[in-house]
């Protein structure tokens, strides 16, 4: 895992996203969601130039490879999420944000939750207006949109689109989540621990470092010093080094 750590480390951030992505698709599964959190968690331009670097690493598309490799309601989400570039202004339509909160609220509880508009909406909307329209669905109807996407917990498309939601409006609980289970679970996931912590360091890992001490009670470098060792530990907290109080 260290000489991973490097050779990720060693990539810019857009030859790195094409790896990883590419890396998902062959060895997709229902269960699998670095393609969304790719597609999720960058910026317009940074998902357009790991796509772009996708073409000249592998002589085809992402988008290609993401519909030879993913089925059904999988595909139907993440396709359009990995083609998405979206506006990046802050402002908001409260109109758009009240009619989609009904809209999304209507097609939950219908059950419909691979239905092309809650698609649309997370796929092309821009996060500012996500995030106003996910605000107006909880005064409105009374729960968190990812409350409601709970009625089976064992549902992986499910899984998929509430981690969707929380990569688009609060991905710092996104990821404090991925690295809680990736250091909780018995013999440590390095390969979501290493990913994680690549890709954040000089983004937001600060602020996921904050979110995993306050969910966990534990500072993150302090727990990735329990769980791992050797060259790989001292890589890992050299990366996160800027994370430490
Ligand atoms: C806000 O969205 C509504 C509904 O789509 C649209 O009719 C209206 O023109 C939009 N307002 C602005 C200021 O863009
Ligand atoms: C989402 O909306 C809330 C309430 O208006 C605001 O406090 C928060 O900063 C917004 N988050 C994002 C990511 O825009």
């Not at 030859?15 to 968690?41: F, H």
Request: glycine letters at 2%; proline letters at 2%; a neutral charge.
């Amino acid at each position: 895992m260290t000489l991973r750590l490097v050779l990720l480390w060693a990539l810019d951030p857009a030859e790195r996203d094409a790896l990883l992505a590419n890396e998902a698709t062959k060895r997709w599964t229902s269960s699998n969601q670095v393609l969304m959190e790719i597609a999720c968690t960058r910026s317009a331009n940074q998902l357009l130039h790991a796509r772009q670097a996708y073409h000249a690493r592998y002589k085809k598309s992402l988008e290609e490879d993401v519909a030879h490799h993913t089925t059904g309601d999988f595909r139907k989400l993440l396709l359009p999420l990995v083609s998405s570039y979206r506006y990046e202004g802050e402002e908001v339509n409260m109109t758009l944000a009240k009619t989609e909160a009904k809209l999304l609220h209507e097609k939950i509880s219908d059950k419909a939750y691979s239905d092309d508009d809650v698609i649309r909406v997370l796929a092309t909307r821009s996060k500012a207006q996500i995030n106003a329209t996910l605000n107006h669905y909880k005064n409105e109807y009374g729960n968190d949109i990812n409350k409601d996407l709970k009625a089976d917990p064992k549902d992986e498309f499910l899984a998929l689109l509430r981690s969707t939601v929380k990569c688009l409006v609060y991905p710092e609980k996104y990821f404090e989540k991925v690295l809680r289970l990736a250091i909780n679970r018995r013999g440590t996931d390095e390969g979501a621990l290493t990913r994680v912590v690549c890709t954040r360091a000089e983004v937001d890992l600060k602020i996921i470092a904050d979110e995993y001490q306050r969910r966990n009670s534990v500072p993150l470098t302090r727990a990735i010093v329990k769980d791992t060792h050797g060259d790989y530990e001292k890589l890992l907290l050299v990366l996160a080094g800027h994370v430490e109080n």
